[in-house]
């Protein structure tokens, strides 16, 4: 399965964005889909997680009273609404799925990243 996430662009600091992450293939295997996203310098980070069955949700504190993340099982996809973003929210952002199981499945063993997509906020 690929990923394909979309809908970063250029903002202004306490603007809003909806990015996108469609999958290529229906897949009922996936534990969950993520957003990760990397600074210039710094290493990939987590950013949200929701589950692909039942309506669990998992946050990084940075982001977690900012963005919310939802899926549309129907489409394949995932999205990451980000509201009043910040100049530390530029990366880019990459959406992964993964096909762990249990209660901590969100927090490792992520696959088919998908390109990324650019968000920059500038103030």
Do not use: H
């Not at 229906?26 to 980070?45: I, S, V, Y």
């Not at 069955?53 to 129907?74: C, E, L, Q, W």
């Not at 394949?76 to 199981?101: H, K, P, W």
């Amino acid at each position: 399965v690929q990923l394909q996430a979309s809908g970063g662009g250029l903002v202004q600091t306490g603007d809003s964005l909806r990015l996108s992450c469609i999958a290529s293939v229906p897949t009922r295997n996936f534990a969950g889909l993520a957003w990760f996203r990397q600074a210039p310098g710094k290493d990939r980070e987590f950013v949200a997680a929701v589950a692909w069955s039942g309506s669990s949700k998992y946050y990084a504190d940075s982001v977690r009273s900012r963005f919310t993340i939802s899926k549309d099982i129907d489409k394949r996809s995932i999205y990451l609404q980000m509201n009043n973003l910040q100049s530390e929210d530029t990366a880019v952002y990459y959406c992964a799925a993964n096909f762990g199981a249990g209660a901590d499945w969100w927090r490792a063993g992520y696959v088919n990243w998908g390109q990324g997509t650019q968000v920059t906020v500038s103030s």
